[in-house]
């Protein structure tokens, strides 16, 4: 069973950046990868951005390329994403997750089941 708990979530002027963190805990050999997905209401989720965590590997949706950066801190078993120069369409709630195989070499547009862990989300909101 693993836990995840984000945090970092705010309301930040268009151009700026944000840190969101995502601490896991409970079972190693469930998170080989992990991931940020984000949802706006009344929309289905979507990837952002995953990473394997024992090669350290990191994937990014198209969308948030170059602005955003997935990292992991393997000591406090935490990973992050950096989101740099944020746009208004950039606000969603975030979510991290774990699946326990790999991640594959593409950020899915839609989780499939293998996301079997999930955080409660940390809202982001661009401001213009």
């Known amino acids: 069973q693993v836990q995840l708990v984000e945090s970092g979530g705010a309301s930040v002027q268009t151009g700026g950046s944000l840190r969101l963190s995502c601490t896991a805990s409970g079972n190693s050999d469930s998170r080989y990868c992990m991931g940020w997905f984000r949802q706006v209401q009344g929309k289905e989720r979507e990837g952002v951005a995953t990473?394997?965590?024992?090669?350290?590997?990191?994937y990014y949706a198209d969308s948030v390329k170059g602005r955003f950066t997935v990292s992991q801190d393997s000591a406090k078993n935490t990973i992050y994403l950096q989101m740099n120069s944020l746009k208004p369409e950039d606000t969603a709630m975030y979510y991290c997750?774990?699946?326990?195989?790999?991640?594959?070499?593409?950020?899915?547009?839609?989780?499939?089941?293998?996301?079997?862990?999930w955080g409660q989300g940390t809202q982001v909101k661009g401001e213009e």
């Open positions: 997750a774990a699946r326990p195989v790999s991640c594959g070499s593409i950020v899915p547009a839609r989780p499939d089941s293998f996301w079997r862990a």
């Open positions: 990473l394997n965590t024992y090669h350290g590997g990191t």
